[in-house]
T-cell receptor, first 115, second 113 residues
Framework: EAQVTQNPRYLITVTGKKLTVTCSQN?????MSWYRQDPGLGLRQIYY???????DKGDVPEGYKVSRKEKRNFPLILESPSPNQTSLYFC??????????????FGPGTRLTVL | AQSVTQLGSHVSVSEGALVLLRCNYS??????LFWYVQYPNQGLQLLLK??????LVKGINGFEAEFKKSETSFHLTKPSAHMSDAAEYFC???????????FGAGTRLAVHP
């Protein structure tokens, strides 16, 4: 089944404790992206990747890191989480062609709470 | 710059009534437009998309949306609401060569008997 998977689905942590949220897709998509969802704000892009080893900042990148060493995986790293990073996080992937990103497919989400 | 405004953070309808969720966009170039639905504790599922072909777009679960350039709108409709339609709905815009979706704040749809 074609899908985007995220782990963990739920995570409670404390301020400053490094964590990684994994994202994997089995559709051979070049493009992957991370969003955070906050009430009243919709989804905002954190980072994206157009292909392996190619990443760039989205609208709200502060406090986050990403890497794209393999096509299928795009982990989101919080080196020193803070309470304002408590949010619902979504990973998405898409085919691309000539710089055009097609329909994005979303993972199930990771609910992160930072105490 | 692109932006999306969804009018009404909460909409409530009776089962069997018309569903109308409003979305207005701002874009300096011809946009691609999307509606996604999020059921409780689930990810986002694509309902329908407009990519410069037919202006009336039909999606899954009986939903459709019409792209109106003159009104910069892309409202989502369904003739008869079902209890299972209760969810949060997001309108999103991107450029044809864009690499991110710009989302609206979302509209939570409640359907009551």
């Amino acid at each position: 089944e074609a899908q985007v998977t995220q782990n963990p689905r739920y995570l409670i942590t404390v301020t400053g404790k490094k964590l990684t949220v994994t994202c994997s897709q089995n559709m051979n998509h070049e493009y992957m992206s991370w969003y955070r969802q906050d009430p009243g704000l919709g989804l905002r892009q954190i980072y994206y990747s157009m292909n392996v080893e190619v990443t760039d900042k989205g609208d709200v990148p502060e406090g986050y890191k990403v890497s794209r060493k393999e096509k299928r995986n795009f982990p989101l790293i919080l080196e020193s989480p803070s309470p304002n990073q408590t949010s619902l996080y979504f990973c998405a992937s898409s085919l691309t062609s000539g710089g055009t990103v097609y329909t994005q497919y979303f993972g199930p989400g990771t609910r992160l709470t930072v105490l | 710059a692109q932006s999306v405004t969804q009018l009404g953070s909460h909409v409530s309808v009776s089962e069997g009534a018309l569903v109308l969720l409003r979305c207005n966009y701002s874009s300096s170039v011809p946009p691609y437009l999307f509606w996604y639905v999020q059921y409780p504790n689930q990810g986002l599922q694509l309902l329908l998309k407009y990519t410069s072909a037919a202006t009336l777009v039909k999606g899954i679960n009986g939903f459709e949306a019409e792209f109106k350039k003159s009104e910069t709108s892309f409202h989502l409709t369904k003739p008869s609401a079902h209890m299972s339609d209760a969810a949060e709905y997001f309108c999103a815009v991107t450029r044809p060569t864009g690499n991110k979706l710009i989302f609206g704040a979302g509209t939570r749809l409640a359907v009551h008997p």
